[in-house]
């Protein structure tokens, strides 16, 4: 069984370019979420979602990131006209049907390093 | 005051000792409590979880959780070389999408 499978794994954006990041979750789960985490700082929860429909998104900036998770195909985490400050391993993670909320049981991927030059 | 602290380290120890990691929080309504492992350049990995207080085992680790303290510990007995990661905390409430990390400790296991 594949585990949480992210793409690219490095990804380098100029300034004002836009970064697109790809999650594909585990066989049989329907929750996606992401988070960044900068060096020395733990991870920072950003969105949930399922199959076509964001359930929280309290930890996402308010402009120019954008996340996704379509009904075929992988999730994808948007951020638009990068700044250097967005330079982070962006990790995303998967879980079965939950009912309590954000699930405890989170399976995580490898991450993307996004590096804004 | 970060709502988790954890100590970022880094800490180093022969193998075979026994290790301990801890992080405190300042949400008493925190109810479910994890730890995970990081490699170096890899995703995290959930290693336990427990729901409110007390001791869970399970081979090597053993996690404690004392909630009139405000305190979670990971005990690693018999350390190995391949225990050296960041071990992060985590935290969450019932019913509820807010899931709160420590910043990660970093450990080393010498042979």
């Known amino acids: 069984n594949a585990g949480v499978m992210q793409n690219p794994r490095h990804l380098v954006r100029r300034r004002g370019q836009e970064a697109r990041l790809r999650c594909s979750p585990m066989k049989g789960h329907s929750h996606v979420y992401w988070y960044r985490q900068l060096p020395e700082e733990g991870l920072k929860f950003m969105v949930y979602?399922?199959?076509?429909?964001?359930?929280?998104e309290s930890g996402m900036p308010k402009e120019r990131f954008s996340a996704e998770f379509p009904k075929e195909g992988p999730s994808i985490l948007r951020i638009q006209q990068v700044v250097r400050g967005d330079s982070a391993a962006y990790f995303c993670?998967?879980?079965?049907?939950?009912?309590?909320?954000?699930?405890?049981?989170?399976?995580f991927g490898p991450g993307t390093r996004l590096t804004v030059t | 005051q970060k709502e988790v602290e954890q100590d970022p380290g880094p800490l180093s120890v022969p193998e075979g000792a026994i290790v301990s990691l801890n992080c405190t929080y300042s949400n008493s309504a925190f109810q479910y409590f994890m730890w995970y492992r990081q490699y170096s350049r890899k995703g995290p990995e959930l290693l336990m979880y427990?729901?409110?207080?007390g001791n869970k085992e399970d081979g090597r680790f053993t996690a404690q959780v004392d909630k009139s303290s405000k305190y979670i510990s990971l005990f690693i007995r018999d350390s190995q070389p391949s225990d050296s990661a960041t071990y992060l905390c985590?935290?969450?409430?019932?019913?509820?999408?807010?899931?709160?990390f420590g910043a990660g400790t970093r450990l080393t296991v010498k042979p």
């Open positions: 979602l399922q199959k076509e429909n964001i359930i929280d």
């Open positions: 985590a935290m969450k409430l019932y019913n509820n999408n807010d899931m709160r």
């Open positions: 427990t729901y409110s207080s």
């Open positions: 993670a998967s879980s079965p049907q939950y009912s309590g909320g954000i699930s405890y049981e989170q399976y």
